[in-house]
């Protein structure tokens, strides 16, 4: 089941053969780039299934910020010295040979849905340079802001007209970067509460307004805004702006999208399953969201920075909300059939320190980016799975360890979006969507 | 943290990216020029087998290299090589591309095999004769084999130390103008070398076309035209980078059928020009009301009033225009408006200036802005005013640490007379935590003083312009001479004062808040300082004690090998003894000089953070800094020296760009050989005359805005109605973000609000001073101004600022609860304003019901309050601090249910017998600053009068205006 990664996985075959495949196509091509890999090439091996094309329409980002710990979850360490191991124990989980913290039983119950990624390793020890990081795949640049995953998928992937491409519950570090304001996400602001009516700013028809005012005044906005008729079709930004103005115009009047977001309209059952909590009622609301059509939704859940008393808050506060929800979240979109269609990908910005601190008794762990895990399911991701190894103290990966931006590449390869695709930006400067990050071959086997 | 700029791929056919100046390269060689016969192009040289010239290595080996794609970045050129060969990206480091190819890489042996010349890698690899990833290149017995083959023949000779210099790359034709499609022309491309060599490099070249739609061009130089239009076409060789403008007519009115057109001022004479090469007429002049709508958005961030409309539109004065921009340039707004623009430029951001102020109640992003605005405001000359920044440091002139700290402690409790904007320099800029770095500082000021993109030299030569790798390493010692901190020649007064504040064993967080605390209660405090270090004298760090050691070693071998080979010429029996000596004390030598290369390499680590002690400015002549006290200075000298082309240019050129939608180089801060101006003579003439104006900013504004150019209509015709480079006619572009935000709280205020607004800064966007994670909350103008791309002042680009639309812009202007509560509003809004007028039941006080929610979050928040200042008492600052953030999430929570509540809601009361027409005339006169034409009149009374609630149907009227077009764009 564990494994240590290879070389170059991805381009693996391509590589062994560096210099023995006779590619006279290879510069012509260029679209696949700086990776060496010729569109013919990279044709060929998607024909020998080296790589597979994305199975995946839609995405949930699960973001931890403060950075669990990884040895407290799912890479425990219960032969390390005690003075790293801590006070969890691992318990089996449904898929024979995977063990996870034993405060984790919902999640350990459906290990069949989801991956562990292992030993996933970087140098980047602050929450906000690291938060960059799993948030774009390529680790940060002082001279360029590289666009979050949410807007490289509504880019690459544009969704319906009457609903947001891009929502982050309540808030995200993604940001549209050199892509510019289009891709921007759409804050909810807010968590929902359990069956509580949950609206988004700007979104829903709020102040007391009904469709008859909207499409009174809208028809009054249509006769009025005559001025430019003539030179619209040459100018990129009246013609982007009649765009957007449609659009608005049907997100706000649709029911659609007011209803998406409207988590009192699910039956008291399914609501419960994922708890009470915040992060347990955002879940659900991704899942609705996805299941309405939004291509990208990102749910954000901190506390994870424990520098003291690390056992006692996991314990009590951190682990069961999260274990309750997202194990609901995994079962109700397989339930609905929409854990196929969708990507979940379940990050932090680091691993904490294998070594237990004395700040406080009992102690904390703190920032330790060199060994994480991650978690991958949905779309053609295999579950049941653990790639990638650490070490017997869980202080770093066992061989060469998988980084963000391999996870990031998997993550664009589960939606069929090539992660070595270039863009320009406004200078000119030609950059690839991850930057130096290879598939994981295996989550898709 | 690698920061390699990667630029457009070098791939077969396509070269580059963007476009070009008609600069051709010229060098800093003195050497002067003999003229010469042009040598032949190298074909012909190279082609027989039987030549007798040896290829020059980097005349002809590299550029081959080059034009046959091996340095490209998908490439060799790529910074982890390809194949185990690298070369240098865009092939300029010779000695690097050298050494790739004669010396052995781990397993394939050299790429130049010298005794076996045709076995040498770098033939078989792009004929093919062995298997190449890259494909076949070139054929075998081409002449570009013949050139290579020749040269490895030769002995691969390298560039030698005093190899000329290239000094310019001539094309010819120099520019063309086609008047229709297919026509054929080829380029020829002349090298001319400080040696006097002139050579036919066509061959050698990479071209390149701007816009292949206008003009197509071979990688031969033959250029074919196309659809009508202008671009340019660059030549790439050596360092050399050339564009040659080429343009098509888009109408038949050129020359003599040009109509005739008024060209009052020398901007509208210069930008002719070009329209006549080009076919262009320009559109008529721009309304009365067009006019004043443009220019106030422009010149001042803030839309006209409706009485300020009424009065313009009326008055006969033939030079009200003129009149009007003085005025505006005489208001509040201006300074505001203008300090905030160069806020952009110079980069003020809150996350990059955290502590450098020890007051916590005032944030040097305010410093930095009012410094700015004070300077805007007085009309201080663009260069002192630049002066005032670079020759920053802390303390003015002549004060001692104390006196320092004092002014600056009463600066910062507001105290007397004494303000920030008082200091004689603006030293936060160079204290951020993100331009400490002197690499990090280099590319940060030729961005905001030269308007040039230096990074990409930070790595491998620039691909669009002549900066070297060389270049950048050498300029970035200006800027070691300068430190944020503690400065250590007062450290002990620095430390006195701090002992004075009794702060005990305080440290880091909590000390600073300790320094802030003292600081409010009236006591002086030491600050942090910029200051400057000066160069030491010219001494090579030659690895201190251990060098020393390894120098003594190697001199005592070396003497040993003088004997020994005396004693084998003495004793010839016993030589080869001696000889086996030699050899070991040689082999001992070559090991010590291995190690003192590594000393002196971790002595030059350690030299980092050094003062250097020389620089060289960018295109032009090394100083030597240890004469100046302060190593900026002569950076200084240099902005404003005649010779430098890009101080004043990337000012003015900024200025053009916020007035025309692009500059007259466009990105406006990337000026670049491959990135020339649409108009150089037009760029050329106002930065000159910007200078000869002493830089006088008030003048630039009043010479763009007092030309017919910039008052043109926005109404095209059929000969400009494509062109968005050449001013021909006014371009619809969207407001900035906070003059956006500022002009729909101004649309819907009252009126009397609303002339307060022209002179009263406060709440408005443009008045805000820093960017950065702060200002990115949800209440407040936060959110409003980052949907619509304010300025992230973050990476160096003018492109940190976004006009482009974007949904949540739309969304944020039909639906957003801030826009709809602005236009319901009961306070100072102009719809309650009208009902009252029309003697309409106000609407009801929604705003004033406090809901249960409400109620219940502020009892909460009131008994945290009680806490916090309990514990604050109690001295528990980290119980105070939790429960702080506790009371500011609560009162974010409270907010948004504020904001959420249903706007005021409409006594719903019909007027019988209502005679709208003056209601919306004043309703366009406030959002379009124009009269509603008749149509518009019709359609927007009947809505009105026709209104079963008449509040609601003002309300609509409003709305929808403020969702046209027309209101969220200038034109």
Request: hydrophobic share 35%; proline share 5%.
């Amino acid at each position: 089941m564990t494994r240590t990664k290879p070389k170059g996985k991805k381009f693996m075959a391509l590589h062994a053969t560096c210099d023995g495949v006779k590619r006279r196509d290879f510069l012509k091509v260029g679209a696949l780039g700086a990776t060496g890999l010729g569109l013919a090439n990279y044709l060929q091996l998607v024909a020998h299934g080296a790589v597979q094309t994305g199975k995946a329409t839609s995405a949930i980002f699960v973001n931890l910020p403060g950075g669990p710990s990884h040895m407290d979850t799912f890479d425990l360490k219960p032969n390390a010295p005690e003075e790293y191991r801590g006070l969890f124990n691992p318990i089996q989980t449904n898929v024979e040979g995977i063990e996870i913290s034993e405060h984790l039983p919902k999640l350990a119950a459906c290990a069949d849905k989801y991956t562990i990624l292992r030993g996933v390793s970087h140098t980047l020890g602050a929450h906000a340079l690291g938060q960059e990081f799993v948030n774009t795949g390529t680790r940060p640049l002082a001279s360029l802001e590289y666009p979050g995953y949410g807007s490289v998928i509504t880019k690459e992937r544009p969704g319906l007209v009457d609903l947001p491409g891009f929502v982050a519950i309540p808030n995200t570090r993604q940001k549209a970067g050199f892509l510019g304001v289009k891709y921007a996400p759409l804050n909810t602001g807010s968590t929902p509460q359990k069956g509580r009516p949950f609206s988004v700013r700007g979104i829903a028809l709020a102040n007391g307004l009904t469709i008859t005012d909207v499409e009174k005044r809208q028809s009054l906005l249509k006769d009025l805004d005559t001025t430019f008729s003539g030179i619209e079709k040459d100018s990129q930004l009246l013609d982007g702006l009649n765009k957007f103005s449609r659009q608005a115009y049907s997100m706000i009047t649709s029911k659609k999208a007011r209803e998406a977001f409207d988590i009192s309209k699910e039956p008291a059952a399914r609501s419960e399953a994922y708890g009470d909590a915040a992060f347990g009622q955002s879940c659900l609301l991704a899942t609705r969201l996805v299941e309405s059509g939004v291509r990208f939704v990102t749910v954000s859940t901190g506390g994870w920075d424990t520098h003291r008393d690390n056992f006692g808050r996991l314990k009590d506060r951190l682990l069961p909300p999260f274990d309750q929800a997202l194990a609901a979240m995994l079962g109700d979109l397989d339930q609905r059939g929409l854990l196929e269609r969708t990507a979940v990908f379940v990050t932090g910005e680091f691993g904490r320190t294998p070594k237990i601190n004395s700040r406080s008794t009992p102690g904390g762990r703190d920032h330790y980016p060199r060994c994480m895990t991650m978690l991958m399911a949905g779309g053609g991701v295999k579950g049941g799975q653990v790639i990638g190894e650490s070490d017997e103290k869980a202080t770093g990966p066992a061989g060469e360890g998988i980084s963000p931006s391999d996870a990031a590449a998997s993550f664009y390869h589960n939606l069929g979006i090539d992660h070595t695709k270039e863009y320009h930006t406004k200078i000119g400067r030609p950059v690839m969507i991850v930057r130096d990050g290879s598939v994981i071959d295996e989550l898709f086997v | 943290m690698t920061r390699h700029l990667l630029f457009s791929a070098l791939l077969v056919g396509g070269v580059l990216a963007t476009a070009t100046s008609s600069a051709t390269a010229e060098t800093n060689t003195t050497t002067r020029v003999v003229p010469s016969k042009v040598a032949p192009a190298v074909p012909q040289r190279f082609a027989a087998k039987s030549t007798e010239e040896v290829p020059d290595f980097q005349r002809h080996v590299v550029p081959l290299f080059s034009k046959l794609g091996c340095s490209g970045r998908a490439c060799h050129g790529s910074f982890q090589g390809r194949g185990g060969f690298r070369l240098s990206l865009f092939g300029y480091d010779f000695k690097f591309d050298h050494d790739a190819l004669l010396k052995a890489a781990a397993d394939d042996g050299p790429r130049a095999n010298i005794a076996k010349p045709s076995e040498s890698l770098m033939l078989q690899k792009p004929t093919e004769t062995v298997a190449h990833e890259g494909g076949l290149r070139m054929k075998v017995d081409s002449w570009q084999y013949r050139l290579l083959h020749k040269w490895i023949t030769a002995g691969a000779p390298a560039v030698s130390k005093d190899a000329a210099k290239m000094v310019k790359l001539e094309i010819t034709p120099s520019e063309l103008v086609f008047s229709r499609k297919d026509e054929k022309v080829q380029l020829k491309v002349v090298a001319i070398w400080s040696d006097g060599t002139r050579e036919d490099v066509t061959p050698l070249t990479r071209f390149k076309s701007n816009d292949d739609q206008v003009a197509d061009i071979s990688q031969q130089g033959l250029l074919t035209s196309g659809k009508p239009g202008d671009t340019f076409v660059v030549a790439f060789y050596d360092n050399g980078v050339v564009p040659v403008p080429v343009m098509r007519p888009l109408s038949d009115k050129v020359g003599r059928n040009y109509p005739n057109v008024e060209t009052p001022t020398q901007i509208d004479q210069l930008v002719v020009v070009k329209l006549k090469k080009l076919g262009i007429v320009p559109s008529g002049l721009s309304t009365d009301a067009e006019f004043l709508r443009r220019v106030s958005l422009d010149l001042v961030g803030t839309l006209p009033t409706a009485p300020e409309v009424e009065a313009f539109l009326k008055d006969v004065d033939p030079g009200k225009r003129v009149k009007k921009v003085d005025e505006l340039l005489g208001r509040p707004a201006y300074a505001a408006w203008w300090a905030t623009r160069l806020s952009d430029f110079t980069g003020n951001n809150d996350d990059a200036l955290n502590n450098v102020v020890p007051s916590r109640n005032r944030r040097a992003s305010q410093d930095w802005y009012d410094w700015l605005k004070d300077r805007v405001e007085k009309n201080v000359a663009y260069d002192r005013l630049v002066e005032g920044i670079v020759m920053a440091t802390s303390r003015n002139k002549d004060e001692s640490f104390k006196q320092f700290s004092t002014n600056m402690s009463a600066v910062y409790r507001g105290e007397g007379d004494k303000a920030f904007t008082d200091r004689q320099g603006m030293s936060h800029y160079w204290a951020r935590r993100t331009f400490r770095q002197p690499q990090d500082r280099a590319i940060g000021f030729a961005y905001t003083f030269l308007g040039i993109r230096i990074q990409c030299a930070q790595c491998h030569k620039h691909p669009f312009d002549q900066w070297t790798k060389d270049d950048f390493a050498q300029f970035q010692g200006f800027f070691t001479g300068v430190n944020f901190g503690i400065n250590p020649k007062t450290r002990t007064e620095y430390n006195e004062l701090l002992a004075a504040l009794e702060l005990g064993d305080k440290r880091g967080g909590q000390q600073r808040r300790a320094i802030s605390e003292a600081l409010s209660e009236g006591k002086t405090v030491p600050f942090q300082e910029v200051y400057a270090v000066v160069p030491k004298a010219n001494s090579p760090n030659k690895g201190g004690r251990a060098g020393k050691a390894i120098r003594q070693q190697i001199k005592k071998l070396q003497q040993r090998i003088t004997t020994l080979k005396a004693d084998a010429k003495a004793k010839p029996e016993r030589a080869a003894a001696f000889k086996k000596q030699v050899k070991l004390a040689t082999q001992q030598i070559a090991k010590l000089k291995r190690r003192q290369k590594q000393v002196a390499q971790q002595a030059s680590r350690r030299n980092r953070g050094r003062v250097a002690s020389k620089a060289r400015l960018l295109g032009a002549e090394e100083v030597d800094l240890t004469k100046f006290a302060d190593i900026r200075s002569p950076l200084m000298e240099w902005l404003r020296r005649k010779d430098n082309r890009l101080f004043a240019r990337a000012f003015v050129n900024r200025v053009w760009a916020n007035y025309f939608n692009v500059g007259i180089v466009e990105p406006p801060d990337d000026h670049s050989l491959a990135n020339p101006p649409s108009n150089k003579p037009l760029l050329d003439y106002l930065s000159q005359a910007f200078i000869d104006h002493d830089y006088d900013i008030k003048w630039l504004h009043r010479e763009i805005t007092g030309s017919r150019t910039y008052q043109l209509s926005w109404q095209p015709n059929e000969t400009n109605r494509l062109d968005d480079r050449n001013f021909s006619h006014s371009i619809p572009r969207r407001l900035p973000a906070e003059v956006a935000y500022d002009a729909i709280q101004q649309a819907t205020a009252s009126d009397s609000r609303g002339v307060e607004m022209k002179t009263d800064l406060e709440g408005r966007a443009i008045a805000i001073a820093g960017a950065g994670r702060r200002l990115n909350s949800r209440n407040g103008p936060g959110y409003a101004l980052s949907v619509f791309g304010r300025s992230t002042r973050e990476s160096n680009c003018d492109c940190d600022r976004s006009n482009e639309p974007s949904l949540l812009q739309t969304v944020f202007l039909q639906n957003d609860s801030d826009t709809l509560q602005l236009i319901a509003s009961n306070r100072n809004g102009w719809i309650n304003q009208v009902t009252g007028e029309l003697g309409i039941k106000p609407a009801r006080r929604a705003s004033g019901r406090v809901t249960p929610e409400m109620l219940k979050l502020s009892k909460q928040m009131k008994v945290l309050r009680r806490k916090v200042v309990a514990a604050r008492a109690a001295k528990e600052t980290k119980v105070a601090q939790k429960l702080g953030i506790q009371v500011r999430n609560l009162q974010a929570d409270y907010a948004k249910l504020a904001r959420n509540r249903a706007v005021p809601k409409s006594s719903g009361e019909k007027l019988a017998d209502l005679d709208s027409t003056s209601i919306v005339k004043q309703a366009y006169l406030r959002t379009l600053s124009r009269f509603p034409t008749e149509q518009e009149m019709t359609r927007s009374r009947s809505y009105v009068e026709g209104s079963e609630d008449t509040t609601q149907g003002l309300r609509d009227l409003l709305w929808a205006l403020l969702n046209t077009k027309e209101f969220i764009v200038n034109h």
